[in-house]
């Protein structure tokens, strides 16, 4: 079944591809470098996004980012231009995800700092509080007059 | 044949009811419809409300694509979808965590404003102990200390004790044996060696005894020959006592009856002899020719010599006078008495107003010897005179 319906599938992106080619608005050269400035630029940016997720927290979501940039090269190299450009736009907002993503990751990693420092701060008022009770036990069993 | 045509039926059957039939939901379509469960999305949809109505917008598109059989566009809304709610809840996720943060800021504030308190307080017991600690041991060294002093005090108060009973039998002692020397001492003023000879020997003999003793440190037996030899001096001294007074009185009178016989002897013109009657003696001054022949009355020129007799007299006042008068034999013996006790009595009260108290003379006449032999006349002869007589003692 699934085989018949990818095929189906692939029918209708192709009958779709044919009706843009001939029906669709012809590309320029200048459109083409612009793509291409784009795919580049993105790919320079997921280097950038690669190195700031320092948790390696969105290593499939570069990953999938990756592989949708190559699409787009993929596809720009056979000038399907909208595609490339739905693809980039997805790019986008996969890169928005990850920047996120990675903020939200640094966030929560100072939220399990400021917990552990929290713990230790709790465990040392405790160590400390029961230092202050034997101390206190301590003085008061030489207070108490001896007989 | 008949099932053959049957199965072709039902084979054309389900092929135009499969051509017609929705396709299965696109997997991201799928993961999308779960990630919409996902409970923080509400939150989500508040902080990222556009994001989030994109999401859905996609994700409904994405759909109708799929209820529309175009697979591949409903693949691509629905992860454009996905990604568009995965960032809106990546956005939400950061509001939680800042907020998270802030309210760990704050709880960290209070833990370490609590731990500064704690560990201040801590500091302060501590302290607090340490100084009891020092206090507790400062207290045993000075209990440890006030004992220690407390044993050589006690130590040196029984040495001082000691020596303060030493020194007060040393001074019982020295007190006795003063006391014993001080009776020897009076024993010999009654020279108790020669009239109480044996007691004052033994209270010589314990008083050096004594003395040894306390040489040899043994001041307890020195006491106790000090106390003995004291008793036997003070009985030494009691039993001499009157022998000693008595020799003694002998030879003031002896002295003083010397004395008179040198002061007698030395008033010119009368004899002085001294006569022994038994145990008692008296001392006789002899004065002749007072007075004329027959005469009572003293005659002229005798004043010198009645103011002799009268000092020596006076300067003997103990011993009592008699004044004896005497005549010749020749004439009637009771003439003769008669006029020796007148001269007796003129001699008295010449004397009397001379100063002598007549309280201690008496007055008597001795009658005269009688006989005729040659001999009795030279006695006659002397025999006419006053007699001053000291009785001795």
């Known amino acids: 079944m699934t085989t018949r319906w990818s095929r189906l599938g692939r029918i209708t992106m192709v009958t779709g591809a044919l009706a843009g080619v001939l029906y669709g608005r012809p590309a320029t050269a200048g459109e083409e470098d612009d793509l291409q400035a784009q795919i580049e630029t993105q790919r320079a940016g997921v280097s950038d996004l690669d190195r700031l997720d320092e948790a390696r927290t969105t290593t499939e979501e570069i990953t999938m980012l990756r592989t949708w940039l190559d699409e787009a090269w993929s596809l720009r190299s056979k000038h399907e231009y909208d595609q490339v450009r739905e693809v980039l736009d997805r790019c986008r907002s996969q890169a928005e995800l990850i920047r996120q993503k990675t903020s939200a990751a640094k966030l929560r990693a100072q939220v399990q700092k400021r917990e552990a420092t929290l713990r230790d701060l709790r465990a040392k008022i405790d160590s400390t509080r029961k230092a202050l009770q034997d101390t206190q036990v301590k003085k008061r069993a030489l207070e108490e007059p001896t007989t | ?393």
């Open chain 2, 1 to 393: 044949m008949i099932n053959q045509r049957i199965n072709l039926r039902l084979l054309v059957a389900g092929l135009c009811l499969g051509a017609c039939a929705t396709p299965p939901k696109p997997r991201e379509l799928e993961m999308y419809e779960g990630l919409r469960k996902n409970a923080g999305v509400a939150d989500a949809a508040k902080k990222s409300p556009d994001l989030v109505a994109n999401a859905d917008r996609l994700a409904s598109k994405a759909g109708e694509e799929w209820q529309s059989n175009d697979l591949e566009e409903s693949r691509r809304d629905a992860l454009m979808a996905s990604i568009k709610l995965k960032t809106a809840l990546a956005i939400s996720e950061q509001d939680q965590m800042k907020a998270r943060i802030q309210l760990l800021s704050n709880q960290q504030a209070d833990a370490e404003e609590e731990l500064a308190t704690v560990t201040k307080d801590l500091a302060s017991a501590k302290e607090a102990l340490d100084l009891r600690q020092k206090l507790g041991a400062a207290q045993k060294s000075a209990a440890a200390d006030r004992e220690r002093l407390s044993q050589e005090m006690s130590s040196e108060q029984q040495k001082a004790q000691a020596e303060k009973q030493k020194l007060s039998l040393q001074l019982a002692t020295e007190q006795k044996l003063a006391a014993a020397q001080l009776a020897l001492r009076t024993a010999d003023t009654v020279e108790a060696n020669r009239y109480a000879a044996a007691p004052y020997s033994a209270a010589a003999d314990m008083l050096k005894k004594a003395e040894a003793e306390i040489k040899a440190g043994d001041l307890n037996g020195a006491q106790v020959s000090a106390e003995v030899a004291r008793q036997h001096a003070e009985r030494a001294a009691e039993l001499a006592k009157p022998a000693y007074e008595q020799a003694e009185q002998t030879t003031q009178n002896r002295a003083r009856d010397e004395a008179l016989q040198r002061d007698a002897t030395a008033i010119p013109g009368v004899a002085v002899r001294i006569e022994r009657i038994g145990d008692s003696q008296r001392l006789v001054i002899s004065v002749q020719d007072l007075f004329n022949k027959k005469e009572t009355s003293l005659g002229a020129g005798h004043e010198p010599l009645l103011d002799s007799l009268a000092v020596l007299i006076n300067k003997y006042p103990t011993y009592p006078i008699h004044v004896l008068g005497r005549t010749e034999s020749r004439g009637k013996p009771g003439e003769l008495l008669a006029m020796s006790q007148a001269r007796a009595q003129s001699v008295s009260t010449a004397l009397a107003a001379r100063g002598v108290d007549p309280r201690r003379m008496t007055v008597s006449a001795d009658p005269a010897p009688s006989g005729d032999s040659k001999a009795m006349a030279a006695a006659r002869s002397r025999s006419n005179r006053v007699e001053i007589v000291f009785l001795y003692h």
